[in-house]
């Protein structure tokens, strides 16, 4: 992963905990509590020991740190330097979700050895659809793409309920989101 990730993660722990916790979670992993460089790679392992630390600090499960974390990616990207770039991938909250792979086609330019996910729709109604995700890390991400999908909604001021239909675990998912 990119520093950028374990930066939105060091920043939501800080705005929603404090920094002091910040700390106390990177002296148990031995890892410098200094910002993460956003074009430095790090092992998926750095980040998912991030994960780890933080649900035993703050004793919450796995599933709800990374629906939150995939919530509070958008307000991260929002308050960067891509929030051009995010906001011009689409008019509306399935016009976004379906130029993921696009956006990530874009940055590919930015981050060297990018290994992002796809991602795209099947209309099921005008009130539904089926995201389909696919990835190759070797890491639980749908808690994530949940809390994404989630905050790809708000970003447009609209709501949705997002729905696993996979088993998690896979480098496929499908998600039932209803608006």
Not at 6 to 35: F, G, H, P
Request: proline fraction near 3%; hydrophobic fraction near 40%; aromatic fraction near 10%.
């Amino acid at each position: 992963m990119y520093g950028m990730v374990n930066q939105a993660i060091k920043m939501m722990v800080i705005e929603t905990v404090n920094e002091e916790t910040w700390d106390d979670i990177c002296t148990s992993l031995d890892i410098s509590s200094s910002d993460f460089d956003s074009f430095e790679q790090h092992s998926d392992q750095v980040t998912l020991d991030l994960v780890g630390s933080i649900c035993e600090k703050l004793d919450i499960e796995a599933p709800e740190l990374l629906e939150s974390f995939g919530e509070y990616w958008i307000k991260f990207a929002m308050n960067s330097e891509y929030k051009t770039i995010l906001i011009s991938f689409g008019e509306n909250p399935l016009d976004l979700i379906n130029s993921l792979d696009s956006l990530h086609t874009r940055l590919e330019l930015t981050f060297d050895d990018l290994n992002p996910p796809s991602f795209h729709t099947t209309r099921v109604s005008n009130q539904e659809v089926i995201v389909h995700y696919n990835s190759s890390r070797d890491m639980p991400l749908e808690f994530f793409v949940v809390g994404l999908l989630k905050g790809i909604f708000k970003l447009f001021n609209a709501i949705c309920n997002v729905e696993i239909l996979d088993d998690p675990g896979t480098d496929k998912a499908r998600f039932k989101v209803q608006f």
